[in-house]
Protein backbone atom coordinates (compact mmCIF):
# COMPACT_ATOMS: atom_id res chain seq x y z
CA UNK A 1 0.00 0.00 0.00
CA UNK A 2 1.34 3.15 -0.93
CA UNK A 3 1.63 5.98 1.43
CA UNK A 4 -0.50 8.73 1.00
CA UNK A 5 1.53 12.27 -0.13
CA UNK A 6 1.32 14.98 2.18
CA UNK A 7 0.47 18.64 1.08
CA UNK A 8 4.42 19.78 1.42
CA UNK A 9 5.48 16.39 -0.87
CA UNK A 10 2.84 17.47 -3.81
CA UNK A 11 5.04 18.48 -6.78
CA UNK A 12 3.07 21.28 -8.76
CA UNK A 13 3.31 21.80 -12.60
CA UNK A 14 6.82 23.33 -13.60
CA UNK A 15 6.55 27.06 -14.61
CA UNK A 16 6.75 27.89 -18.20
CA UNK A 17 9.26 30.21 -19.80
CA UNK A 18 6.98 32.42 -20.76
CA UNK A 19 6.12 33.04 -17.06
CA UNK A 20 9.84 33.13 -15.98
CA UNK A 21 10.09 36.19 -18.70
CA UNK A 22 7.37 37.91 -17.12
CA UNK A 23 8.69 37.87 -13.75
CA UNK A 24 12.08 38.75 -14.82
CA UNK A 25 10.86 42.10 -16.50
CA UNK A 26 8.99 43.53 -13.42
CA UNK A 27 11.79 43.48 -11.52
CA UNK A 28 13.33 46.60 -11.34
CA UNK A 29 16.55 47.05 -13.18
CA UNK A 30 19.27 45.90 -12.17
CA UNK A 31 21.46 48.73 -13.48
CA UNK A 32 25.47 49.22 -11.70
CA UNK A 33 25.55 51.93 -9.27
CA UNK A 34 28.88 53.39 -11.17
CA UNK A 35 26.22 54.05 -14.63
CA UNK A 36 25.25 57.76 -13.19
CA UNK A 37 28.10 59.28 -12.40
CA UNK A 38 30.09 57.86 -15.55
CA UNK A 39 27.07 59.24 -17.82
CA UNK A 40 27.14 62.79 -16.16
CA UNK A 41 30.88 63.10 -16.21
CA UNK A 42 30.52 62.31 -20.09
CA UNK A 43 28.06 65.32 -20.08
CA UNK A 44 30.19 67.29 -18.16
CA UNK A 45 33.15 66.65 -20.25
CA UNK A 46 31.35 67.22 -23.50
CA UNK A 47 29.90 70.56 -22.11
CA UNK A 48 33.35 71.56 -21.18
CA UNK A 49 34.93 70.96 -24.99
CA UNK A 50 31.95 72.85 -26.59
CA UNK A 51 32.14 75.53 -24.29
CA UNK A 52 36.42 75.47 -25.16
CA UNK A 53 35.40 75.72 -28.92
CA UNK A 54 33.05 77.98 -28.39
CA UNK A 55 35.52 80.95 -26.62
CA UNK A 56 38.35 79.87 -28.79
CA UNK A 57 36.04 80.93 -31.77
CA UNK A 58 35.33 83.92 -30.01
CA UNK A 59 38.74 85.08 -29.20
CA UNK A 60 39.80 84.32 -32.86
CA UNK A 61 36.92 86.53 -33.92
CA UNK A 62 37.88 89.06 -31.35
CA UNK A 63 41.66 89.32 -32.61
CA UNK A 64 40.37 89.47 -36.61
CA UNK A 65 38.34 92.29 -35.27
CA UNK A 66 40.73 94.20 -33.06
CA UNK A 67 43.73 93.72 -36.14
CA UNK A 68 41.29 95.29 -38.68
CA UNK A 69 40.52 98.33 -36.60
CA UNK A 70 44.41 98.59 -35.53
CA UNK A 71 45.26 98.32 -39.32
CA UNK A 72 42.43 100.88 -40.33
CA UNK A 73 43.55 103.55 -37.49
CA UNK A 74 47.24 103.03 -39.00
CA UNK A 75 46.03 103.70 -42.57
CA UNK A 76 43.74 106.52 -41.62
CA UNK A 77 46.41 108.39 -39.67
CA UNK A 78 48.82 107.75 -42.10
CA UNK A 79 46.80 109.24 -44.70
CA UNK A 80 45.98 112.10 -42.81
CA UNK A 81 49.26 112.68 -42.71
CA UNK A 82 50.35 112.55 -45.89
CA UNK A 83 47.41 115.01 -47.18
CA UNK A 84 48.37 117.16 -44.68
CA UNK A 85 52.01 117.64 -45.75
CA UNK A 86 50.59 117.87 -49.05
CA UNK A 87 48.52 120.49 -48.39
CA UNK A 88 51.79 121.79 -47.58
CA UNK A 89 52.82 121.41 -50.94
CA UNK A 90 49.90 123.18 -52.48
CA UNK A 91 50.42 126.39 -50.58
CA UNK A 92 53.93 127.00 -52.11
CA UNK A 93 52.31 126.01 -55.59
CA UNK A 94 49.32 128.57 -54.74
CA UNK A 95 52.44 131.40 -54.76
CA UNK A 96 53.45 130.82 -58.52
CA UNK A 97 49.59 131.93 -59.56
CA UNK A 98 49.86 136.05 -59.08
CA UNK A 99 54.18 135.70 -59.16
CA UNK A 100 56.34 134.94 -62.23
CA UNK A 101 58.64 132.47 -62.04
CA UNK A 102 61.62 134.89 -60.74
CA UNK A 103 59.32 136.28 -57.95
CA UNK A 104 57.93 132.49 -57.21
CA UNK A 105 60.86 130.98 -56.63
CA UNK A 106 62.69 133.97 -54.62
CA UNK A 107 59.12 133.52 -52.45
CA UNK A 108 59.61 129.82 -51.80
CA UNK A 109 63.30 129.66 -51.49
CA UNK A 110 64.52 127.66 -48.38
CA UNK A 111 61.02 126.12 -48.08
CA UNK A 112 60.86 123.89 -51.36
CA UNK A 113 63.46 121.20 -49.93
CA UNK A 114 62.08 120.36 -46.48
CA UNK A 115 58.09 120.49 -47.79
CA UNK A 116 58.92 118.01 -50.10
CA UNK A 117 61.21 115.95 -47.74
CA UNK A 118 58.24 115.73 -45.49
CA UNK A 119 55.72 114.82 -48.62
CA UNK A 120 58.40 112.08 -49.70
CA UNK A 121 58.25 110.74 -45.71
CA UNK A 122 54.76 111.08 -45.46
CA UNK A 123 53.95 109.24 -48.91
CA UNK A 124 56.57 106.32 -47.67
CA UNK A 125 54.92 105.71 -44.11
CA UNK A 126 51.21 105.74 -46.36
CA UNK A 127 52.71 103.11 -48.91
CA UNK A 128 53.70 100.96 -45.60
CA UNK A 129 50.12 100.41 -44.79
CA UNK A 130 47.84 101.39 -46.94
CA UNK A 131 45.14 98.29 -48.57
CA UNK A 132 45.77 97.15 -52.50
CA UNK A 133 41.92 98.62 -52.83
CA UNK A 134 43.17 102.33 -52.93
CA UNK A 135 46.51 101.74 -54.58
CA UNK A 136 45.01 103.82 -57.53
CA UNK A 137 44.38 106.98 -55.59
CA UNK A 138 47.89 106.84 -53.99
CA UNK A 139 49.53 106.69 -56.71
CA UNK A 140 47.12 109.39 -58.41
CA UNK A 141 47.82 111.74 -55.37
CA UNK A 142 51.67 111.67 -55.19
CA UNK A 143 51.78 111.95 -58.79
CA UNK A 144 49.60 115.22 -59.59
CA UNK A 145 51.18 116.43 -55.62
CA UNK A 146 54.49 116.01 -56.56
CA UNK A 147 54.02 117.83 -60.45
CA UNK A 148 52.89 121.27 -58.51
CA UNK A 149 56.31 122.22 -57.67
CA UNK A 150 57.94 121.07 -61.53
CA UNK A 151 59.05 123.99 -63.42
CA UNK A 152 57.74 125.75 -65.27
CA UNK A 153 55.47 127.22 -63.34
CA UNK A 154 52.68 129.54 -65.58
CA UNK A 155 49.28 130.75 -64.51
CA UNK A 156 47.64 128.17 -66.92
CA UNK A 157 49.41 125.27 -66.66
CA UNK A 158 49.35 125.89 -62.72
CA UNK A 159 46.00 126.17 -62.31
CA UNK A 160 45.31 123.26 -64.32
CA UNK A 161 48.04 121.20 -62.29
CA UNK A 162 46.56 122.85 -58.93
CA UNK A 163 43.21 121.50 -60.26
CA UNK A 164 44.35 117.93 -61.08
CA UNK A 165 45.74 117.89 -57.21
CA UNK A 166 42.54 118.88 -56.10
CA UNK A 167 40.65 116.31 -57.47
CA UNK A 168 42.86 113.57 -56.54
CA UNK A 169 42.78 115.06 -52.99
CA UNK A 170 39.45 114.05 -53.01
CA UNK A 171 39.29 111.19 -54.34
CA UNK A 172 41.73 109.80 -52.35
CA UNK A 173 40.13 110.89 -48.82
CA UNK A 174 36.54 108.89 -50.28
CA UNK A 175 38.70 106.20 -50.27
CA UNK A 176 39.72 106.76 -46.84
CA UNK A 177 36.29 107.51 -46.00
CA UNK A 178 35.08 104.59 -47.39
CA UNK A 179 37.33 102.55 -45.39
CA UNK A 180 35.78 103.21 -42.41
CA UNK A 181 31.74 102.55 -44.50
CA UNK A 182 31.26 106.28 -44.80
CA UNK A 183 29.72 108.30 -47.37
CA UNK A 184 31.65 109.92 -50.09
CA UNK A 185 32.47 113.83 -50.48
CA UNK A 186 32.32 115.94 -53.42
CA UNK A 187 34.00 119.23 -53.30
CA UNK A 188 35.63 120.77 -56.56
CA UNK A 189 37.27 123.63 -56.78
CA UNK A 190 37.19 126.20 -59.06
CA UNK A 191 40.18 128.47 -60.45
CA UNK A 192 38.03 131.60 -58.60
CA UNK A 193 38.72 129.26 -55.07
CA UNK A 194 41.69 129.00 -56.44
CA UNK A 195 43.21 132.12 -56.86
CA UNK A 196 41.33 133.37 -53.73
CA UNK A 197 43.57 130.80 -51.71
CA UNK A 198 46.76 132.32 -53.88
CA UNK A 199 45.43 135.84 -52.45
CA UNK A 200 45.36 134.84 -48.97
CA UNK A 201 48.44 132.92 -48.77
CA UNK A 202 50.49 135.84 -50.57
CA UNK A 203 48.72 137.74 -47.73
CA UNK A 204 49.74 136.00 -44.76
CA UNK A 205 53.62 136.30 -46.03
CA UNK A 206 53.13 139.87 -47.02
CA UNK A 207 52.39 140.03 -43.01
CA UNK A 208 55.13 138.27 -42.02
CA UNK A 209 57.63 140.02 -43.94
CA UNK A 210 55.86 143.21 -42.62
CA UNK A 211 56.62 141.69 -38.92
CA UNK A 212 60.21 141.25 -40.13
CA UNK A 213 60.52 144.81 -41.02
CA UNK A 214 59.52 146.22 -37.45
CA UNK A 215 62.34 144.10 -35.81
CA UNK A 216 64.71 145.83 -37.96
CA UNK A 217 65.30 143.03 -40.49
CA UNK A 218 63.49 145.30 -43.24
CA UNK A 219 65.78 145.96 -46.72
CA UNK A 220 65.62 148.83 -48.80
CA UNK A 221 66.05 147.17 -51.42
CA UNK A 222 62.84 146.08 -53.65
CA UNK A 223 61.16 143.08 -52.86
CA UNK A 224 62.37 140.29 -54.76
CA UNK A 225 59.03 138.11 -54.19
CA UNK A 226 56.96 140.28 -55.36
CA UNK A 227 54.78 140.20 -52.36
CA UNK A 228 54.22 143.82 -51.83
CA UNK A 229 52.32 144.19 -55.00
CA UNK A 230 48.74 144.46 -55.06
Known amino acids: MSPTPTPSMTIGPSP ?8 LTNQPSAAPWWGVPVLAG ?13 TRANDKTKFHRDRAERQLKEVVE ?20 PRNTAQFLAAVSGKIKPATE ?28 SVLLM ?12 EEQGKAHVRLVNALRALEGREPIDVP ?37 GLSQP
Open 16 to 23: SPSHLFVE
Open 42 to 54: CFLLLGGFLSYLL
Open 78 to 97: AGASLLSTGDGLKELALLAL
Open 118 to 145: AFALAANAFSLVYPSTIKSEFDRYVLTT
Open 151 to 162: PPYEKDGQIWAL
Open 189 to 225: QSNENLLEDAQKIVGRLADDLKQNANHGRHSASPDPT
